[in-house]
Nanobody, 121 residues
Framework: QVQVVESGGGLVQAGGSLRLSCAAS????????MGWYRQAPGTERELVAS???????NYADSVKGRFIISRDNAKNTVYLQMNSLKPEDTAVYYC???????????????WGQGTQVTVSS
């Protein structure tokens, strides 16, 4: 069993900040790529940011300069610091994790349940 649990969403005014956290746990020995996606009503799920195990990052153009992704490999946790939030950032944010399964060492992909971020104007 592998669990991917997000936290930190909520309601914030435009211009404010939020920090999301996502922890992977269970029958894993480590994580590889970790990322954040978001989905607003009526739209496709889109990549917000991702980070490799060695810290290489990738950002959607819409969040560059405002969001920062980071991770703690020892805790199998990824963070998303969101600054200068805009109403168009409103969405359900999902964590996505590539995890190495204990025993088999297979690399499998997992999604969290999502956390709502709402930015009011």
């Amino acid at each position: 069993q592998v669990q991917v649990v997000e936290s930190g969403g909520g309601l914030v005014q435009a211009g404010g900040s939020l920090r999301l956290s996502c922890a992977a746990s269970g029958s894993i020995i480590g994580t590889n790529r970790m990322g954040w996606y978001r989905q607003a009503p009526g739209t496709e799920r889109e990549l917000v940011a991702s980070i490799t195990r060695i810290g290489s990052t990738n950002y959607a153009d819409s969040v560059k300069g405002r969001f920062i992704i980071s991770r703690d490999n020892a805790k199998n946790t990824v963070y998303l610091q969101m600054n200068s939030l805009k109403p168009e950032d409103t969405a359900v944010y999902y964590c996505n994790v590539d995890a190495f399964l204990s025993g088999t060492m297979q690399l499998e992909n997992y999604w969290g349940q999502g956390t709502q971020v709402t930015v009011s104007s």
